[in-house]
């Protein structure tokens, strides 16, 4: 079983580049982030908000002639393909200028290239043996696999965020409406006070 997995772990070679990040991005500003790529490359983004507001930013990808590519207002969550007609740098930003006081965190995966056969000897001509049909299965499920635990990731930051601000809010509002039960007891104290003294004092000047 030890050597199964060691055979499809040096069968796997694979040239797609790729990045992953989480940052913020504070009220009013925009963050560009530039990859040179050469003609004919395939490259693939996306996003999401996980944190901020109501969880939206813009963004927009342009090309070494700063022709726009991808220019979406507003958006939580979105994906991006696209294949360079030239080679050169491209810019992919992401704007939160709309918002005049709320951050945001924003979660991006930038990928480009193409992924080579996982078997070098896998041209179609030829057909594959078990062990490497077995392989060729192991890795596209933990492709499948990879994707799903980093939506999982994403979704469970997300809701983890939302829940931080519930639990504030309701925290604040709760403190609130002590603070106003403490106030509204005190004054009721004092005015059934006021109405006793008022009481005695009217009973004095008729004696």
């Known amino acids: 079983m030890l050597g199964f997995g060691l055979s499809c772990l040096l069968l796997h070679v694979c040239v797609v580049f790729g990045t992953e990040l989480t940052f913020e991005l504070s009220d009013n500003e925009k963050q560009c982030f530039y990859e040179e790529l050469e003609t004919d490359v395939k490259f693939e983004i996306d996003f999401q908000v996980i944190a901020g507001g109501n969880y939206d930013v813009d963004s927009f990808v342009t090309d070494p002639q700063n022709n726009v590519l991808y220019n979406e207002k507003k958006k939580q969550y979105d994906s991006f393909s696209h294949t360079t007609a030239m080679g050169g740098v491209y ?105 006793f003294s008022e009481r005695k004092g009217s009973v004095a000047a008729l004696t």
């Open 91 to 195: 810019k992919v930003c992401f704007s939160n200028e709309f918002s005049t006081f709320t951050h945001k965190t924003v979660y991006l995966d930038f990928r480009h290239g193409d992924e080579e056969p996982l078997i070098q000897t896998m041209n179609g001509a030829t057909a594959l043996t078990q062990l490497e049909s077995s392989c060729v299965a192991i890795h596209e499920v933990l492709k499948v696999v990879a994707d799903s635990q980093t939506w999982y990731r994403l979704r469970e930051a997300h809701d983890r965020m939302k829940a931080d601000h519930l639990l504030e809010r309701v925290t604040y509002w709760s403190i609130g409406e002590t603070v106003l039960l403490f106030v509204i007891g005190v004054g009721q104290v004092v005015l059934l006070k006021s109405f």
